[in-house]
């Protein structure tokens, strides 16, 4: 979500929920999301949960610049890719799934390896996707919903020591979308509760 308010211009008060600690589950933040899931942004109108669908009200209130190609078969192939990440990828090596794991028994090597091997099969997936589909971003000269998802997925690969070398063309839209502010003020390590 910060990826996206960034690219189309926007601020928003950002308060942190440490993860780790299980802010996200103390009783306020449940009665914003009653999943205990970040990202939630709170508008005069109500609350939006859910990245992708964050990511579709700013594109549709705040379409200047878009994420999301005007026609619409490309735009459901962002639409696609993002998902692949976002429902394939991403809910699948979360802190939530990865502590389920732990509790039925499985040793920290075993649970870092399943979550290893999930990210890098989803993301040769992504690769494959990509083929024939113009740069130097994920769809073309400009960033989509799909390098809205993918950057942070990279860094969660690089978390799991994922091995990327299948992935060459996702490490190159990754570098057109590193050289923008957009994208590199929105990095976890630049957050007021980096640790």
Do not use: Y
């Not at 299980?22 to 508008?43: I, K, S, T, Y």
């Not at 990440?85 to 799934?97: C, F, Y």
């Not at 960033?143 to 998802?149: E, G, M, R, V």
């Amino acid at each position: 979500m910060r990826i996206a308010l960034n690219l189309k211009g926007l601020t928003a008060t950002h308060v942190s929920h440490h993860l780790r600690h299980g802010e996200q589950r103390a009783p306020d933040f449940l009665q914003l999301n009653p999943q205990g899931f970040v990202p939630v942004l709170e508008l005069a109108g109500g609350v939006l949960t859910q990245s992708l669908a964050i990511c579709e009200w700013l594109e549709e209130t705040h379409p200047v610049p878009p994420v999301l190609p005007e026609h619409a078969l490309p735009r459901a192939r962002v639409r696609a890719f993002a998902l692949a990440i976002a429902a394939d990828i991403h809910p699948v090596q979360n802190l939530r799934v990865l502590a389920r794991l732990r509790a039925l028994g499985l040793p920290e090597a075993a649970v870092t390896s399943w979550a290893r091997d999930v990210i890098e099969d989803g993301l040769k997936a992504c690769e494959a996707l990509l083929v024939g589909a113009p740069g130097p971003f994920c769809f073309g000269a400009s960033p989509t919903l799909a390098d809205i998802c993918l950057v942070p997925q990279l860094s969660n690969a690089r978390r799991f020591s994922c091995d990327l070398s299948s992935v060459p063309r996702l490490l190159a839209a990754e570098v057109s979308c590193m050289a923008l502010a957009a994208f590199t003020d929105a990095a976890p390590d630049k957050q007021a509760d980096a640790e």
